[in-house]
Protein backbone atom coordinates (compact mmCIF):
# COMPACT_ATOMS: atom_id res chain seq x y z
CA UNK A 1 0.00 0.00 0.00
CA UNK A 2 1.23 3.39 -0.58
CA UNK A 3 1.49 5.80 2.50
CA UNK A 4 1.80 9.63 2.55
CA UNK A 5 3.83 10.65 5.42
CA UNK A 6 4.71 13.93 6.84
CA UNK A 7 8.03 15.37 7.09
CA UNK A 8 9.29 18.08 9.92
CA UNK A 9 12.71 20.14 10.47
CA UNK A 10 15.66 18.52 9.67
CA UNK A 11 14.06 15.44 7.80
CA UNK A 12 11.69 17.86 5.61
CA UNK A 13 14.60 19.83 4.54
CA UNK A 14 16.98 16.72 4.15
CA UNK A 15 13.93 15.33 1.73
CA UNK A 16 12.73 18.46 0.07
CA UNK A 17 9.35 18.04 0.87
CA UNK A 18 6.65 18.33 3.97
CA UNK A 19 5.61 14.71 3.00
CA UNK A 20 6.82 11.70 1.00
CA UNK A 21 4.52 8.47 -0.33
CA UNK A 22 6.35 5.02 0.61
CA UNK A 23 5.39 1.96 -0.10
CA UNK A 24 5.11 -1.32 2.19
CA UNK A 25 2.99 -4.07 2.38
CA UNK A 26 -0.29 -5.44 3.81
CA UNK A 27 0.26 -5.13 7.67
CA UNK A 28 3.17 -3.31 7.49
CA UNK A 29 4.10 -1.74 10.82
CA UNK A 30 5.45 1.40 12.39
CA UNK A 31 8.91 0.05 12.08
CA UNK A 32 8.60 -1.01 8.40
CA UNK A 33 7.76 2.67 7.05
CA UNK A 34 10.59 4.26 9.42
CA UNK A 35 12.50 1.37 7.53
CA UNK A 36 11.22 2.55 4.15
CA UNK A 37 11.86 6.27 5.02
CA UNK A 38 15.74 5.51 6.23
CA UNK A 39 16.25 4.04 2.62
CA UNK A 40 14.90 7.40 1.11
CA UNK A 41 16.81 9.45 3.10
CA UNK A 42 19.92 7.71 1.59
CA UNK A 43 22.48 8.16 4.28
CA UNK A 44 21.60 11.97 4.51
CA UNK A 45 23.03 12.58 8.75
CA UNK A 46 19.42 12.74 10.00
CA UNK A 47 18.59 12.07 13.66
CA UNK A 48 16.85 9.39 13.97
CA UNK A 49 12.69 9.86 14.56
CA UNK A 50 9.77 8.12 15.91
CA UNK A 51 6.79 7.79 14.27
CA UNK A 52 3.50 9.46 14.68
CA UNK A 53 0.22 7.42 13.61
CA UNK A 54 -2.76 9.22 14.21
CA UNK A 55 -0.57 12.04 16.08
CA UNK A 56 0.15 9.97 19.06
CA UNK A 57 3.62 8.24 19.18
CA UNK A 58 4.04 4.70 18.20
CA UNK A 59 5.99 2.09 18.78
CA UNK A 60 7.88 -0.01 15.95
CA UNK A 61 4.90 -3.33 16.25
CA UNK A 62 2.06 -0.99 16.37
CA UNK A 63 0.29 -1.63 12.74
CA UNK A 64 0.13 1.17 10.07
CA UNK A 65 -3.33 1.30 7.98
CA UNK A 66 -3.64 3.33 4.39
CA UNK A 67 -6.44 5.87 5.78
CA UNK A 68 -3.55 6.63 8.94
CA UNK A 69 -2.33 9.74 9.30
CA UNK A 70 1.12 9.46 9.36
CA UNK A 71 3.97 11.58 10.58
CA UNK A 72 7.77 11.24 10.91
CA UNK A 73 8.79 12.92 14.32
CA UNK A 74 12.67 13.85 15.01
CA UNK A 75 13.82 14.06 18.73
CA UNK A 76 12.03 17.42 19.52
CA UNK A 77 12.95 20.80 20.19
CA UNK A 78 10.29 23.06 21.38
CA UNK A 79 10.05 25.63 24.42
CA UNK B 1 -7.51 25.98 31.25
CA UNK B 2 -6.48 26.68 27.74
CA UNK B 3 -3.60 26.16 25.68
CA UNK B 4 -2.48 26.79 21.83
CA UNK B 5 0.28 26.76 19.12
CA UNK B 6 -0.33 30.24 18.01
CA UNK B 7 1.49 31.68 14.56
CA UNK B 8 1.80 35.59 16.63
CA UNK B 9 3.31 37.24 19.09
CA UNK B 10 2.33 35.88 22.63
CA UNK B 11 0.36 38.44 25.03
CA UNK B 12 1.88 37.47 28.16
CA UNK B 13 0.19 39.95 30.59
CA UNK B 14 -2.92 38.53 28.90
CA UNK B 15 -1.82 34.99 29.84
CA UNK B 16 -1.54 36.20 33.72
CA UNK B 17 -5.08 37.75 34.15
CA UNK B 18 -6.60 34.61 32.63
CA UNK B 19 -5.64 32.73 35.38
CA UNK B 20 -6.78 35.01 38.12
CA UNK B 21 -9.34 33.64 40.68
CA UNK B 22 -10.24 35.21 43.99
CA UNK B 23 -9.47 31.61 45.48
CA UNK B 24 -5.55 32.21 44.14
CA UNK B 25 -3.55 33.36 46.14
CA UNK B 26 -0.14 33.11 43.41
CA UNK B 27 0.62 33.48 40.09
CA UNK B 28 3.55 32.12 38.16
CA UNK B 29 4.69 33.17 34.87
CA UNK B 30 7.14 31.21 32.60
CA UNK B 31 8.30 32.75 29.48
CA UNK B 32 10.77 31.10 27.32
CA UNK B 33 12.43 33.72 25.14
CA UNK B 34 15.16 33.60 21.87
CA UNK B 35 18.65 33.93 23.68
CA UNK B 36 21.48 35.56 21.87
CA UNK B 37 23.95 32.12 22.43
CA UNK B 38 23.44 28.32 22.02
CA UNK B 39 26.49 26.27 22.74
CA UNK B 40 28.41 29.60 22.23
CA UNK B 41 27.37 30.71 19.05
CA UNK B 42 26.05 33.93 17.85
CA UNK B 43 22.32 33.31 16.95
CA UNK B 44 20.33 36.19 15.62
CA UNK B 45 16.96 34.35 15.68
CA UNK B 46 14.80 31.01 15.48
CA UNK B 47 12.51 29.38 13.27
CA UNK B 48 9.77 26.83 14.90
CA UNK B 49 8.69 24.21 13.03
CA UNK B 50 5.52 21.90 14.70
CA UNK B 51 3.28 19.24 13.64
CA UNK B 52 0.75 21.77 14.13
CA UNK B 53 -2.59 19.58 15.13
CA UNK B 54 -0.67 17.00 17.03
CA UNK B 55 1.07 19.90 18.77
CA UNK B 56 -1.63 21.53 19.65
CA UNK B 57 -3.53 18.11 21.21
CA UNK B 58 -0.47 17.23 23.22
CA UNK B 59 -0.11 20.71 24.58
CA UNK B 60 -4.09 20.50 25.31
CA UNK B 61 -3.09 17.15 27.48
CA UNK B 62 -0.06 18.19 29.53
CA UNK B 63 -1.76 21.39 30.36
CA UNK B 64 -4.78 19.04 31.77
CA UNK B 65 -2.43 17.28 33.27
CA UNK B 66 -0.95 19.44 34.96
CA UNK B 67 -4.52 20.84 36.31
CA UNK B 68 -5.06 17.49 37.64
CA UNK B 69 -1.78 16.67 39.63
CA UNK B 70 -1.54 20.43 40.65
CA UNK B 71 -5.39 20.50 41.38
CA UNK B 72 -5.93 23.96 39.95
CA UNK B 73 -8.19 24.55 37.01
CA UNK B 74 -6.24 27.99 36.32
CA UNK B 75 -3.71 26.62 34.06
CA UNK B 76 -2.99 28.20 30.37
CA UNK B 77 -0.54 27.67 28.20
CA UNK B 78 0.75 29.06 24.32
CA UNK B 79 3.48 27.88 22.23
CA UNK B 80 4.62 30.31 19.17
CA UNK B 81 5.93 28.85 16.07
CA UNK B 82 7.32 30.24 12.61
CA UNK B 83 10.07 32.94 12.38
CA UNK B 84 11.32 34.92 15.86
CA UNK B 85 13.67 37.36 16.72
CA UNK B 86 16.10 37.58 19.50
CA UNK B 87 14.27 38.22 22.94
CA UNK B 88 11.04 37.62 21.45
CA UNK B 89 8.76 35.21 23.48
CA UNK B 90 8.25 31.25 22.07
CA UNK B 91 6.75 29.99 24.61
CA UNK B 92 4.59 31.56 27.78
CA UNK B 93 3.01 29.22 30.76
CA UNK B 94 0.89 31.07 33.71
CA UNK B 95 -0.47 29.20 36.41
CA UNK B 96 -2.59 30.97 39.43
CA UNK B 97 -2.96 28.52 42.65
CA UNK B 98 -4.24 29.06 46.13
CA UNK B 99 -0.51 28.33 47.26
CA UNK B 100 2.35 29.05 45.77
CA UNK B 101 4.26 25.74 45.71
CA UNK B 102 1.03 24.80 43.49
CA UNK B 103 1.66 27.65 41.18
CA UNK B 104 5.75 26.94 40.78
CA UNK B 105 4.85 23.48 40.78
CA UNK B 106 1.82 23.69 37.97
CA UNK B 107 4.04 25.84 35.59
CA UNK B 108 7.22 24.03 36.07
CA UNK B 109 5.54 20.84 34.68
CA UNK B 110 4.38 22.24 32.16
CA UNK B 111 7.62 23.66 30.98
CA UNK B 112 8.96 20.08 31.88
CA UNK B 113 6.91 17.97 29.39
CA UNK B 114 6.89 20.71 26.57
CA UNK B 115 10.45 19.91 26.00
CA UNK B 116 9.95 16.76 26.38
CA UNK B 117 6.75 15.94 24.42
CA UNK B 118 5.72 18.72 22.01
CA UNK B 119 6.37 18.26 18.66
CA UNK B 120 8.29 21.28 17.88
CA UNK B 121 11.51 22.25 16.30
CA UNK B 122 13.96 24.83 16.22
CA UNK B 123 16.31 26.04 13.50
CA UNK B 124 18.65 28.18 14.80
CA UNK B 125 19.70 30.94 12.71
CA UNK B 126 23.72 32.31 13.34
CA UNK B 127 24.88 35.79 12.37
CA UNK B 128 27.46 33.89 10.46
CA UNK B 129 24.57 33.50 8.32
CA UNK B 130 24.24 29.39 8.55
CA UNK B 131 21.80 27.83 10.39
CA UNK B 132 21.31 24.47 11.80
CA UNK B 133 17.82 21.94 13.09
CA UNK B 134 18.09 21.48 16.87
CA UNK B 135 16.81 18.07 16.38
CA UNK B 136 19.72 17.33 14.36
CA UNK B 137 22.64 17.46 16.60
CA UNK B 138 21.53 14.13 17.91
CA UNK B 139 23.91 11.49 16.74
CA UNK B 140 21.16 9.42 14.35
CA UNK C 1 18.90 43.77 40.59
CA UNK C 2 16.42 46.13 42.38
CA UNK C 3 13.56 45.74 44.83
CA UNK C 4 11.34 48.27 46.72
CA UNK C 5 8.73 48.50 49.49
CA UNK C 6 6.40 50.29 47.68
CA UNK C 7 2.82 51.88 48.94
CA UNK C 8 1.20 51.86 45.35
CA UNK C 9 0.06 48.87 43.37
CA UNK C 10 2.82 46.99 41.32
CA UNK C 11 3.31 47.07 37.95
CA UNK C 12 4.53 43.56 37.33
CA UNK C 13 4.83 44.03 33.22
CA UNK C 14 7.18 46.47 34.37
CA UNK C 15 9.02 43.82 36.66
CA UNK C 16 9.13 41.51 33.81
CA UNK C 17 10.43 43.94 31.19
CA UNK C 18 13.08 44.99 33.69
CA UNK C 19 15.12 41.58 33.49
CA UNK C 20 14.69 41.20 30.11
CA UNK C 21 18.46 41.23 28.64
CA UNK C 22 19.51 39.11 25.55
CA UNK C 23 21.29 36.53 27.52
CA UNK C 24 18.04 35.10 29.17
CA UNK C 25 16.29 32.03 27.68
CA UNK C 26 13.93 32.34 30.46
CA UNK C 27 11.81 34.78 32.53
CA UNK C 28 9.97 33.62 35.29
CA UNK C 29 7.55 35.94 37.54
CA UNK C 30 5.72 35.59 40.50
CA UNK C 31 2.73 37.08 42.14
CA UNK C 32 1.28 36.83 45.67
CA UNK C 33 -2.15 38.23 46.07
CA UNK C 34 -5.12 38.35 48.27
CA UNK C 35 -7.30 35.64 47.95
CA UNK C 36 -10.68 35.61 49.50
CA UNK C 37 -10.25 32.88 52.36
CA UNK C 38 -7.96 32.27 55.11
CA UNK C 39 -8.04 29.27 56.97
CA UNK C 40 -11.66 28.67 55.83
CA UNK C 41 -12.76 32.12 56.70
CA UNK C 42 -13.81 35.12 54.27
CA UNK C 43 -11.59 37.86 53.49
CA UNK C 44 -12.43 40.83 52.46
CA UNK C 45 -8.92 42.72 52.48
CA UNK C 46 -5.56 42.76 53.79
CA UNK C 47 -3.92 45.53 55.53
CA UNK C 48 -0.02 45.30 55.76
CA UNK C 49 2.10 46.80 58.18
CA UNK C 50 5.61 47.05 57.70
CA UNK C 51 9.18 48.02 59.36
CA UNK C 52 9.78 49.74 56.24
CA UNK C 53 13.74 50.69 56.17
CA UNK C 54 14.59 47.05 57.79
CA UNK C 55 12.14 45.70 54.96
CA UNK C 56 13.86 47.12 52.41
CA UNK C 57 17.32 46.11 53.77
CA UNK C 58 16.70 42.71 54.09
CA UNK C 59 14.88 42.46 50.87
CA UNK C 60 17.64 43.86 48.93
CA UNK C 61 19.83 41.62 51.25
CA UNK C 62 17.28 38.38 49.71
CA UNK C 63 17.60 40.00 46.11
CA UNK C 64 21.57 39.75 45.88
CA UNK C 65 21.65 36.63 47.71
CA UNK C 66 19.43 35.21 44.14
CA UNK C 67 21.56 36.99 42.07
CA UNK C 68 25.04 34.93 43.69
CA UNK C 69 23.25 31.76 43.95
CA UNK C 70 21.38 31.32 40.72
CA UNK C 71 24.49 33.15 38.88
CA UNK C 72 22.09 36.88 37.29
CA UNK C 73 22.07 39.76 37.55
CA UNK C 74 18.21 39.70 36.45
CA UNK C 75 16.28 39.61 39.96
CA UNK C 76 13.81 42.28 41.03
CA UNK C 77 11.67 42.54 43.49
CA UNK C 78 8.80 44.24 45.11
CA UNK C 79 6.42 44.13 48.29
CA UNK C 80 3.63 46.65 49.00
CA UNK C 81 2.30 47.44 51.96
CA UNK C 82 -0.93 48.99 53.05
CA UNK C 83 -4.62 48.41 52.34
CA UNK C 84 -4.80 46.26 49.96
CA UNK C 85 -7.87 44.56 48.44
CA UNK C 86 -9.14 41.44 47.10
CA UNK C 87 -7.22 40.10 44.13
CA UNK C 88 -4.53 42.32 44.00
CA UNK C 89 -0.90 42.01 44.34
CA UNK C 90 1.06 41.99 47.63
CA UNK C 91 4.19 41.21 46.15
CA UNK C 92 5.81 40.34 42.56
CA UNK C 93 9.36 39.03 42.06
CA UNK C 94 10.69 38.58 38.23
CA UNK C 95 14.11 36.16 37.49
CA UNK C 96 15.87 36.21 33.98
CA UNK C 97 18.04 33.68 33.67
CA UNK C 98 19.93 32.19 30.43
CA UNK C 99 18.61 28.55 31.35
CA UNK C 100 15.18 27.90 33.05
CA UNK C 101 16.09 26.50 36.27
CA UNK C 102 18.09 29.07 37.00
CA UNK C 103 14.61 31.70 36.72
CA UNK C 104 12.37 29.45 38.74
CA UNK C 105 14.56 28.36 41.46
CA UNK C 106 15.80 32.40 41.60
CA UNK C 107 12.25 33.42 41.54
CA UNK C 108 11.29 30.63 44.43
CA UNK C 109 14.25 31.61 46.48
CA UNK C 110 13.02 35.18 46.89
CA UNK C 111 9.49 34.66 47.94
CA UNK C 112 10.40 31.55 50.58
CA UNK C 113 13.05 33.70 52.05
CA UNK C 114 10.52 36.74 52.35
CA UNK C 115 8.08 34.68 53.90
CA UNK C 116 11.24 34.23 56.36
CA UNK C 117 12.51 36.88 57.06
CA UNK C 118 10.97 40.01 55.67
CA UNK C 119 9.77 42.52 58.43
CA UNK C 120 6.37 42.44 57.13
CA UNK C 121 2.75 41.58 58.97
CA UNK C 122 -0.52 41.10 57.42
CA UNK C 123 -3.92 41.82 59.31
CA UNK C 124 -6.75 40.12 57.04
CA UNK C 125 -10.23 41.97 57.06
CA UNK C 126 -12.71 39.08 57.43
CA UNK C 127 -16.28 39.70 55.73
CA UNK C 128 -17.83 39.30 58.89
CA UNK C 129 -16.40 43.00 59.88
CA UNK C 130 -13.41 41.49 62.46
CA UNK C 131 -10.19 41.61 61.88
CA UNK C 132 -7.12 39.67 62.72
CA UNK C 133 -3.39 40.33 62.80
CA UNK C 134 -1.94 36.82 61.44
CA UNK C 135 0.78 36.97 63.57
CA UNK C 136 -1.22 36.81 66.82
CA UNK C 137 -2.53 33.32 66.02
CA UNK C 138 1.26 32.14 66.47
CA UNK C 139 1.07 30.92 70.29
CA UNK C 140 2.85 33.30 72.91
CA UNK D 1 18.49 54.53 80.42
CA UNK D 2 15.45 55.57 78.43
CA UNK D 3 15.31 53.43 75.07
CA UNK D 4 12.34 54.04 72.58
CA UNK D 5 11.01 51.08 71.15
CA UNK D 6 9.37 50.90 67.51
CA UNK D 7 5.96 48.73 67.72
CA UNK D 8 4.46 46.52 65.00
CA UNK D 9 1.53 44.72 63.85
CA UNK D 10 -0.36 43.28 66.85
CA UNK D 11 1.87 44.76 69.44
CA UNK D 12 1.44 48.42 68.07
CA UNK D 13 -2.55 47.55 68.44
CA UNK D 14 -1.85 46.35 71.89
CA UNK D 15 -0.15 49.02 73.22
CA UNK D 16 -2.18 51.66 71.46
CA UNK D 17 0.79 53.12 69.98
CA UNK D 18 3.97 52.46 66.99
CA UNK D 19 6.46 53.16 69.59
CA UNK D 20 7.06 53.30 73.56
CA UNK D 21 9.79 54.41 75.79
CA UNK D 22 11.11 51.64 78.25
CA UNK D 23 13.47 52.63 81.16
CA UNK D 24 16.13 49.68 81.10
CA UNK D 25 19.74 50.02 83.07
CA UNK D 26 23.27 50.69 81.97
CA UNK D 27 24.40 47.60 80.38
CA UNK D 28 21.22 45.98 79.19
CA UNK D 29 20.46 43.49 76.80
CA UNK D 30 18.07 42.76 74.21
CA UNK D 31 16.62 40.13 76.27
CA UNK D 32 15.80 42.70 79.29
CA UNK D 33 14.44 45.17 76.52
CA UNK D 34 12.22 42.62 75.64
CA UNK D 35 11.07 41.44 79.79
CA UNK D 36 10.24 45.16 80.24
CA UNK D 37 8.07 45.33 77.05
CA UNK D 38 6.55 41.96 78.18
CA UNK D 39 5.86 43.74 81.29
CA UNK D 40 4.62 46.59 79.53
CA UNK D 41 1.79 44.04 76.85
CA UNK D 42 0.26 43.62 80.99
CA UNK D 43 -0.69 39.56 80.03
CA UNK D 44 -2.70 40.60 76.73
CA UNK D 45 -2.39 37.43 74.40
CA UNK D 46 0.58 38.43 72.16
CA UNK D 47 3.23 36.41 70.47
CA UNK D 48 6.59 36.35 71.20
CA UNK D 49 8.54 38.90 69.30
CA UNK D 50 12.09 39.48 68.55
CA UNK D 51 13.98 42.57 68.53
CA UNK D 52 15.82 44.34 66.04
CA UNK D 53 18.64 46.65 66.97
CA UNK D 54 19.68 48.83 64.06
CA UNK D 55 17.31 47.30 61.78
CA UNK D 56 19.41 43.72 62.69
CA UNK D 57 17.79 40.89 64.57
CA UNK D 58 19.55 40.81 67.88
CA UNK D 59 20.07 37.77 70.08
CA UNK D 60 19.53 38.03 74.02
CA UNK D 61 22.74 38.92 74.92
CA UNK D 62 23.51 41.45 72.63
CA UNK D 63 24.03 44.90 74.45
CA UNK D 64 22.03 47.83 73.61
CA UNK D 65 22.89 51.34 73.54
CA UNK D 66 20.96 54.58 73.88
CA UNK D 67 21.48 55.45 70.43
CA UNK D 68 20.85 52.48 68.94
CA UNK D 69 17.63 52.18 66.45
CA UNK D 70 15.50 49.48 68.28
CA UNK D 71 12.35 47.64 67.27
CA UNK D 72 9.89 44.52 68.63
CA UNK D 73 9.77 42.05 65.46
CA UNK D 74 6.52 40.21 66.31
CA UNK D 75 6.54 36.62 63.96
CA UNK D 76 7.03 38.04 59.98
CA UNK D 77 4.23 37.11 58.12
CA UNK D 78 4.57 39.37 54.78
CA UNK D 79 4.11 37.92 51.22
Redesign the interface.
Known sequence: MTLRVMLFASWADALGARSVEVEVGEGATAGDVLAALAARANGAPLPRPALAINRQLARAGDPVRAADEIAVIPPVAGG | MRSAIVHHPID??AL?DEV?A????????????????SEGRAVSGID????E???A??LARIVREATERFGTPHVVAE?RVGSLA??EV??AIAAGH?R?AG??DA??YV?EE??????????ELFTDGTRE????????
Chains 1, 4 share one sequence.
Open positions: VAVASANGATVLFTGTVRDLYDAYTMAEEHLGSVPRAFARIIKLRLPVWKQWVDARVTP
